[in-house]
């Protein structure tokens, strides 16, 4: 009896033994994910920083040292830590907040955006006409479109303008494959207005937007997105930039959509 009270106490010694050990190991990896994520928060603030007085000294994208939509990647490393930064231009995009004020122009823009997409991607996509209405009902403050409220379960349209692109999402008639079709064309920032540059911007949208005039006065705005590698982690920021007055419009803990 003797014996085995010994070997049952040695086996809960051991089997506690283990559960601390093991405890112990979260609590550090726990520790470490925590400092990594803060520091990785630091570091691209300190990026945001430097593209900011970079973007304030420049008149426009041709004052950069790049003539794309994208900027190569940017590699650089701190304390360490390997970076990675690239900026795009939102003026190769269509801002979907131009179809805020439900104008004709602006509604047959997109919707023959749409529809080029759709016949490019071979994706199936809503007719453009319709979701340019939906896109404008959606975003329009006095609008209360029945179709939401009898879905289950039931929501409101957005009543605003959108903060994000993907929030098209949203709208009726919207699929996930549509939205990885028309992704690459498309954006959100504040204004009703969508300069477009027509001498980088992807070919479709130099053909959609053909007349559309670039002015100097024309809104600019950059998205920033940031990696910090740490082992086998990346840590994402991305930055909707105002260029021109130097701040930031929109920031997030997350990779930049497409």
């Not at 795009?88 to 955006?113: S, V």
């Amino acid at each position: 009896m003797a014996l085995i009270t010994a070997l049952l106490v040695m086996a809960l010694a051991v089997v506690a033994a283990v559960a601390m050990a093991v405890r112990g190991q979260a609590d550090i990896r726990r520790t470490s994910a925590v400092f990594e994520r803060d520091f990785s928060r630091q570091v691209a603030r300190g990026a945001e920083n430097m593209v900011l007085q970079m973007l304030e000294r420049a008149d426009g994208p041709e004052d950069l040292v790049w003539d794309t939509c994208r900027s190569p990647v940017l590699p650089f490393e701190v304390d360490g830590v390997r970076l990675e930064a690239f900026l795009d231009d939102m003026r190769c995009r269509y801002n979907l907040n131009a179809l805020g004020g439900g104008q004709e122009a602006e509604l047959a823009d997109f919707a023959r955006l749409v529809d080029r997409v759709s016949q490019e991607s071979s994706v199936r996509m809503p007719p453009g006409a319709q979701l340019a209405l939906a896109v404008a009902d959606w975003m329009d403050a006095e609008s209360d479109d029945p179709v939401y409220r009898l879905e289950n379960p039931a929501r409101v349209s957005g009543n605003r303008p959108m903060i994000t692109a993907s929030e098209i999402n949203s709208v009726a008639g919207m699929t996930a494959e549509a939205w990885q079709a028309l992704a690459p064309y498309v954006t959100a920032y504040p204004g009703s207005a969508s300069p477009i540059d027509l001498e980088r911007s992807p070919k479709l949208i130099q053909e959609v937007f053909s007349d559309r005039q670039l002015g100097g006065d024309a809104a600019w705005y950059m998205r920033l997105q940031v990696v910090a590698h740490f082992a086998n982690r990346r840590f994402y920021q991305c930055t909707l930039l105002d260029a021109p007055n130097g701040k930031v419009v929109l920031r997030e803990q997350t990779a930049c959509e497409p």
